[in-house]
């Protein structure tokens, strides 16, 4: 990873109602965004890397990245409940989220400034998280009852897929590859799939593959790494656990000590660096090769809550 490269984006979100983009490089914070009202629970940086999209209690917001204004651009704020996940479309053209009022939306991003519902999924519990596949066809929806919907947005035909009875869906990522699916559950369990039949855009046949005991209490993020060859997982333990993908062993624990609770991750774009937010207030800088901390972003004054990254466009 090039830290020297000031166009990689580093963003964390706290308790106390900041959005922080930081100079990854150097841990400096470059500016804070208000939040105001609620915690965020999810973020996300666009595709073309203007706008930062913020999932809150009972409302989405998008910031502008290079603005100096610490208020949002774009706000939707007729939502029920929390809103628990958020991502982008490859090309920008429109955004997901996913929600306690146990609905997953596609919402219209094209208007200047404006968000508009295009597309609802109904279900019967709230919804904790959601992954769009890389063929922009599949988005997987995990919810508090232990189901993973897998939802065609362009057919609106749905597959439900249930890995352990009475245990909540915590996380779920896709592999950039679209060859493996990830979920994490309140038990402390990962669970992998891989998914065949999926690079056309056609609905993955789905193959379990593995079940690990990750942590021994909640999980809360699993993310598999650019490359595909690891995958993290993080938890309410105070750790962050890499894995590798070709055998599912445990290459390295990352714990400080000062860390507790870990509620966020995200990989360097060469898969080397970790930055993970946890509840002692920081966000940090690993290198996974040497399991040490390389970088310390200190500024928010309650817990971080979740965080963004993108890599420089090569």
């Not at 830290?3 to 979100?13: E, F, G, R, V, Y």
């Not at 841990?27 to 609620?38: L, N, V």
């Not at 609905?103 to 279900?123: E, H, N, P, Y």
Request: aromatic share 10%.
């Amino acid at each position: 990873m090039d830290t020297k490269n000031d166009s990689i984006i580093l963003a964390t979100a706290s308790y106390d109602f900041d959005i922080k983009i930081w100079h990854a490089h150097n841990g400096e914070c470059a500016r804070t965004f208000s939040h105001p009202e609620s915690q965020t629970n999810a973020l996300a940086i666009s595709p073309d890397r203007f706008l930062l999209g913020s999932a809150g209690y009972q409302h989405v917001r998008m910031y502008d990245i290079n603005s100096n204004s610490p208020n949002h651009l774009i706000s939707y704020d007729g939502i029920q409940k929390n809103v628990t996940a958020l991502g982008f479309q490859e090309d920008g053209k429109w955004m997901y989220t996913g929600g306690e009022d146990c609905t997953a939306k596609i919402w219209d991003i094209r208007g200047a400034r404006s968000l508009v519902v295009a597309r609802i999924f109904q279900i019967d519990s709230p919804v904790l998280c959601a992954t769009l596949h890389p063929n922009q066809a599949q988005l997987f929806i995990g919810d508090q009852s232990g189901i993973i919907h897998i939802w065609d947005v362009k057919t609106k035909h749905s597959e439900q897929l249930i890995p352990e009875v009475e245990a909540s869906i915590q996380h779920l990522d896709v592999s950039s590859d679209g060859k493996m699916l990830a979920a994490v559950t309140n038990k402390g369990r990962a669970y992998v799939w891989r998914l065949d039949g999926s690079s056309t855009g056609a609905p993955p046949r789905i193959v379990p593959v593995h079940k690990i005991n990750v942590h021994s209490t909640y999980a809360l993020k699993v993310r598999f790494a650019p490359d595909c060859n690891t995958m993290v997982t993080t938890s309410a333990d105070c750790t962050a656990k890499i894995w590798r993908t070709d055998d599912f062993s445990l290459v390295t624990t990352l714990t400080d000590t000062q860390q507790k609770w870990v509620w966020d991750a995200a990989y360097s774009g060469d898969s080397q660096y970790l930055f993970t937010g946890s509840s002692d207030y920081v966000a940090r800088l690993w290198s996974i090769k040497t399991s040490s901390v390389k970088r310390r972003y200190q500024g928010h004054r309650k817990v971080i809550t979740a965080l963004a990254f993108k890599d420089r466009v090569l």
